[in-house]
């Protein structure tokens, strides 16, 4: 018999839509954080609702193409609703003239529509294809099928999650210095021509007309056993399980089969932890990246932050023939062979995998200001672009104060707060401009902060001003930045344009004294109305100050840098990139080996639903923990994942101690268990 040729409609098919998938999701957190403006936790929020979302409707898609529509109808019809979502997503990237709420209300409308469409046909595109194969005559080709189907799947995504990347970042489109409406514009394009390609085929078809639905079925026997349990719970009717009060209405092959399927149900429960960990790539990780140098010199190409997540998929292909040949083989000889054993111990790998993540956020952040009990800190900003001397009564310090230099004096012994007085002498080439050149003044030092005074003119004189506290400057992801100045220079207008693009970045008007913004990280060319002024170099998790004050009818400035973060190479995620790869291999692809052989045929799709639906799970636990965000460290929440993750597994092995193996291989589908 020859090889059907509507199977390659649906390859191509699918090819398409992984493309559109992946290459949407690769960039879909930036894109809310860089455009959308949401905060890093409002990002992963929404990024693992959609992901929830995409692996929770395959159940009612499931449901739809087996008892209603049939696979052809429901791919199609929710193809559409797919293709929809995808414009949207890309008109909201376009509507520049709407305010930003109705951007995020238009963005948000078109990712439910992609989740509900990519969900609904995830479950039926597969087993369509399969559904053309006459078996058991053409056994080989199902199987060289499937074989090309997962190869269409991983192209797809790994070209897309390569070019799109490439497509948001070095492509600059209507004023902005990104192009998300290209990014987004060929997913959709692609999904389009996923559909037109899908109608093509359809002479070459084979459809099936929808038969029962095997969730509705064991839903159904899960109810009627319940129910007639409670009806009979007062009188002295028992039975060996519970299933079996159902057996008035299912057969009792039919109940054998989803007992035994709940047993390995049983076990996908600790499974979500898993999937909570592994889907953070995407969100929690890129923008970790966002954070990193991605320049590769020997290559003159700079690694964007969402192109890392093409490294999980090309070490699955690379280490998975690896797997088989070497590594399992080892284990085996340390007594890991059992499926449920290499689940557990892909469990802990991923929480390996946090523990490095946690290292590296660490490395990143560098080290914040720590003031002992007992004592506080002071710093002293000079405005002047002359030498200022400063002299404290109670002898704690005397210091000649370069132009544009700041003091810092580390160790001060307080209790509460306390106040004395200091001196301040300016230099007498700057003194000719004010009619004042000394002054008395006292400063409070309050315990356990570093207090932070300007010194400036007013009115031609010598000044003094208290500008607050460094701890009331959070050390964010992205730089934080207090512009210090003089009155003179009050609404001035500061503008920040990117050094790389030449686009404006910040653009305000300054306020009296002091201002504080966030700004990306990144080098910067410093505007005071137009004329240039200096530049800057801001690094991730810095907290920095930069005094601005009119000298001589010139605009002096410093930056002083009072936090410092580390640039570090983005090269640093591949440890825990390849950890977190090892442990998908050894997780999930155990898992769907473990689900096919441990269920008789007719629960199957059954297990594989479930899974899907672990993985839904998992994504809305980084939902529950973005939102309680009890951490303000990220480093601690991945240490938290880590440990929950660790200790899932304990409960996994616990519960897999009475399992016993089953054998479906034998002709009449009798359970034989294993020894």
């Known amino acids: 018999m020859a090889y059907p040729k509507s199977v390659w409609f649906i390859i191509c098919n699918e090819f398409c839509e992984r493309f559109s998938y992946y290459g949407l999701r690769t960039v879909l957190v930036l894109y809310l954080t860089s455009i959308l ?135 600059q489109c209507f004023g902005r210095d990104t192009c998300f409406p290209l990014a987004f514009g060929i997913p959709a394009v692609l999904m389009v021509i996923s559909i037109f390609i899908f109608i093509s085929g359809k002479p070459l078809y084979k459809i099936k007309k929808p038969e029962s639905n095997v969730i509705v079925t064991t839903s159904s026997c899960i109810y009627n056993a319940l129910k007639k349990k409670l009806s009979l719970f007062s009188s002295n009717i028992t039975k060996s399980h519970w299933l079996d009060y159902a057996d008035d209405k299912f057969s009792e092959k039919e109940i054998s089969d989803i007992r035994s399927a709940l047993e390995v149900i049983y076990l996908f429960i600790p499974f979500p932890f898993f999937w909570a960990l592994f889907d953070q790539q995407g969100s929690r990780w890129t923008l970790q990246a966002t954070l990193m140098n991605g320049r590769i010199d020997f290559l003159n190409w700079t690694m964007k932050p969402d192109q890392m997540q093409v490294v999980n998929p090309l070490l699955v292909l690379l280490f998975i023939p690896i797997f088989e040949v070497l590594v399992y083989p080892l284990l085996a000889k340390i007594g890991i062979r059992k499926p449920l054993q290499k689940i557990a111990l892909g469990g802990f790998l991923a929480a390996l995998a946090f523990v490095l993540s946690a290292i590296v956020q660490n490395m990143i952040m560098g080290k914040a200001i720590h003031i ?90 010598l000044n003094l001003k208290r500008i607050g506290y460094v701890d009331d400057l959070t050390k964010h992801s992205n ?121 008789p045929s007719s629960m199957k799709s059954l297990l594989a639903a479930v899974n899907l639906l672990t993985v839904a799970l998992g994504n809305l636990i980084v939902v529950i923990v973005s939102e309680v965000r009890y951490f303000d460290n990220q480093a601690y929440e991945y240490l938290l994942f880590a440990g929950l993750m660790a200790l899932d597994m304990i409960v996994f092995i616990l519960m897999c101690s009475k399992y016993n193996y089953k054998n479906y291989s034998e002709p009449n589908e009798q359970t034989k268990l294993k020894t």
């Open 37 to 171: 403006q949401y905060n890093d936790d409002q990002s992963t929020i929404i990024y693992h609702m959609i992901v929830f979302l995409a692996y929770f409707s395959p159940l009612f898609g499931a449901i739809i193409s087996d008892s209603y529509w049939g696979k052809f109808k429901t791919i199609l019809y929710l193809s559409i609703v797919y293709a929809i979502g995808n414009l949207v997503v890309t008109g909201a990237s376009l509507a520049d003239s709407f305010s930003l709420n109705n951007q995020r209300y238009l963005a948000l409308l078109g990712l439910v529509l992609i989740s509900i469409g990519t969900g609904g046909i995830k479950p039926c595109v597969s087993s369509f294809g399969g559904d053309q194969f006459e078996l058991p005559a053409q056994e080989v080709y199902l199987q060289k099928f499937f074989s090309i189907f997962y190869f269409s799947i991983n192209a797809g995504s790994l070209i897309s999650t390569s070019i799109t990347p490439e497509l948001r970042k070095d492509v």
């Open 372 to 461: 002992d009990a007992g004592n506080g800190q002071l710093r002293l900003f000079n405005g002047f672009n002359c030498n200022v001397t400063v002299k404290s009564s109670a002898n704690l310090f005397d210091h000649n104060l370069a132009s544009l230099e700041t003091l810092e004096i580390r160790e001060i012994k307080v209790s509460n707060e306390t106040s004395f007085p200091i001196s301040l002498f300016i230099d007498s080439s700057c003194s000719s401009k004010l009619s004042e050149t000394n002054l008395m003044s006292n400063v409070s030092i309050v315990e356990g902060k570093e207090t932070s005074y300007f010194i400036t003119h007013m009115n031609n004189k």
């Open 479 to 599: 730089p934080v930045l207090r512009i210090i100045n003089s009155d003179d220079l009050s609404n001035k207008v500061f503008t920040m344009k990117n050094e790389e693009s030449g686009k404006t970045a910040i653009e305000l008007n300054l306020q009296t004294l002091t201002t504080i913004i966030s700004v990306p990280l990144g080098k910067y060319r410093v505007f005071i109305d137009e004329t240039f002024l200096t530049e800057l170099y801001l690094l991730p998790f810095s907290v920095n100050t930069l005094t601005l004050q009119v000298n001589s009818e010139k605009i002096s400035s410093h930056l002083a840098v009072l936090e410092k973060g580390n640039y570090i190479h983005i090269a640093w995620q591949l440890p825990q990139i390849t950890v977190m790869t090892v442990a998908e291999i050894m997780f999930s692809i155990t898992t769907l080996e473990f689900a096919f052989t441990q269920a």
